[in-house]
């Protein structure tokens, strides 16, 4: 297990002038939901997700050091400054780079190297713009992964290992729930008494057995509301500070994961099913109980939940809904009961949806290199 220090590096061994790295990295979906945190991005309980393999962010990173730039361009680079141009879809973007700033800032200690060179960092999704879609957890993961293959010439003895939980290290400085999209089907993050090497700092592959039925498990995202949300993730977390449930909730989010390890293993549909509606209905309550209080959800995504229960009542198909922090219903099933389950999505969801828009997705693996 990693500890914070071990990611100071110390010297590197190599030099590296210039070069280009492009890797892709999916959302995720939290099961268990992580909701509320301490300073540096520690959660305030450990969480576990399905990894995603449509919805991505692929983010190409140019490098150039800064010495070599300012011989090629005749201008003399700030040494002791961050300089990266972002482009979003192959334009400019400048209101995305406050973000990116925060977090070069957050993680220059882990990183020393950054500051040597000038960056272009080239980004794109594979979902909509505005599908209201987080892209945060996908992004910061792409742009961490890239960070550490530069960090990987520099030190080409570092292990696999290392590297990864490093890059979901880095992910988590810049938005928590990317540190879950770096490796992995199913990744925990948060340390959880019965799940070894669990990590508060990084995300970690669920290391025991998981059971058939959730081999390309299913996850059909409705788009509800493709809005901006009128309270963000960051106040959102902040509001479980003095929330009057908020002990009673980080408690029962480890009894959640420590039910799915069993449930994992047995494959036990049902009682899956009754932990991730649990954990999404508790996640807005959390929020209708905050003060001040607010909903996400909007009535579609209601009518979405009662005509899932009803069609599960009717058909016993094991099919169920999750939530993240916004108005969108991620529908899960098993790909057993696929055809039947996107009939039903067609014939009666797809009414709740914004421009009838819905997307496909399923478990997937983790970041790729390109
Ligand atoms: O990573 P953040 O700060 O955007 O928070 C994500 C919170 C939820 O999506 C609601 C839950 C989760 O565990 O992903």
Redesign the pocket.
Known sequence: MFTTTDFIPNQYISTVEKGNFEWSAPSNI?LV???GKKDNQIPANP?V?FTLKNCKTITKLGFTKKSASAEVSGQLSVANEFSFDLLFEGKPKEDFKPKIQKFLERIEIYLPFLKDYHFTIDTQNTFPHSSGI?S??SGMAALAMNFMSLERLLNPKMTDDYFYQKASFLARLG????CRSVKGNVVVWGNQANIEESSDLYGVEFPYVIHDNFKNYQDTILLVDKGEKQVS??VG?DLMHNHPYAERRFAQAHENLDQLIAIFESGNLDEFIKVVESEALT?HAMMMTSMPYFILMKPNTLQIINAIWKFRNETHIPVCFTL??GANVHVLYPESVSQKVLQFIQDELVVFCQNRQYICDQIGDGAIAL
């Open positions: 939290a939901k992580y909701w969480s997700s987080a945060s957890a938005s928590g729930s990317a993730s960051t977390h996640l993240d922090a």
